[in-house]
């Protein structure tokens, strides 16, 4: 059975997308698979493992990082 994604909801997506940007990070052939499962293990995303490696490498050499609007998880990991 098709499910059919409403034109509100693809609006809904498209807007959020806008608000993005995107890096590309690459990893020696294999090394992806691990880097998957670790953020697996800690019950996060890919994506939310990487911004968290920033964050603690910005904060232990002392740098202020200017969190955008919309990114709650990270705007009050930095105020701690």
Known sequence: MERKTSEQKLATNQVYLNQLEDIKVRV?????????EYARNQGI???QLI???????A???NYRLNVPNGMKEVKKETKE
């Open 45 to 47: 995303s890919v994506n």
């Open 51 to 57: 911004i968290r490696a920033v964050q603690a490498d």
């Open 28 to 36: 020696p052939k294999g090394y992806r698979a691990e880097i998957q």
């Open 59 to 61: 904060k232990a050499n």
